[in-house]
């Protein structure tokens, strides 16, 4: 079974300093990871996906994230932080066949000023 | 851009009865999902849903929950009783075919159970 691990459930960052979210995954078979970011009060959007192409992902809002299939890791960064990445971020993971998606628990980040 | 929407934003019923919640996939989507997510905790897997019919379910999907492609359009996930520990924000997401490819989500209905 496939899962993932978020650690830290609340970071908390200064506006222009680089963020580190943690996520490490546990799965047989290679997998595909994914970050979404919830604002609140509205769903999940995608930031960005792993799929068995380039190990460094860019995605939206100037976020990255590298698999390392050596630490089983998936860590999301951003170099400079805004107030507005203020959101509960989650990772995901799932299997080829993409029919069952496991989520982290999150990681509520707080941009201070 | 398509999106996925989800109807009633909010829907509040007594204990012991039956709600229906209804989602309007991507069109061209071929793979539904439904999510939920109770209140501070992380999003949980409920069921995959494709060619008319449950490809995977979770432990949380029992005989309480069902799903249905009633139409052309609309994903619809049904729980006959509910309980309290029912209340949370559901979540329906939808792919395209083509593996891996991206789920979409909609914005959820919260669901309260009083």
Known sequence: AQSVTQLGSHVSVS?????????????????????YVQYPNQGLQLLLKYTSAATLVKGINGFEAEFKKSE?????????????????????VSDDNNNDMRFGAGTRLTVKP | EPEVTQTPSHQVTQMGQEV??????????????????ILGQKVEFLVSFYNNEISEKSEIFDDQFSVERPDGSNFTLKIRSTKLED???????????????????????RLTVL
């Open chain 1, 15 to 35: 506006e222009g300093a680089l963020v580190l979210l943690r996520c490490n995954y546990s799965s047989s078979v290679p997998p595909y990871l994914f970050w």
């Open chain 2, 20 to 37: 229906i919640l209804r989602c309007v996939p991507i069109s061209n989507h071929l793979y539904f999902y439904w999510y939920r997510q």
């Open chain 2, 87 to 109: 209340s949370a924000m559901y979540f329906c997401a939808s792919r395209a075919q083509g593996v891996p490819d991206t789920q979409y989500f909609g914005p959820g209905t």
């Open chain 1, 72 to 92: 089983t890791s998936f860590h999301l960064t951003k170099p400079s932080a805004h107030m507005s990445d203020a959101a509960e971020y989650f990772c995901a």
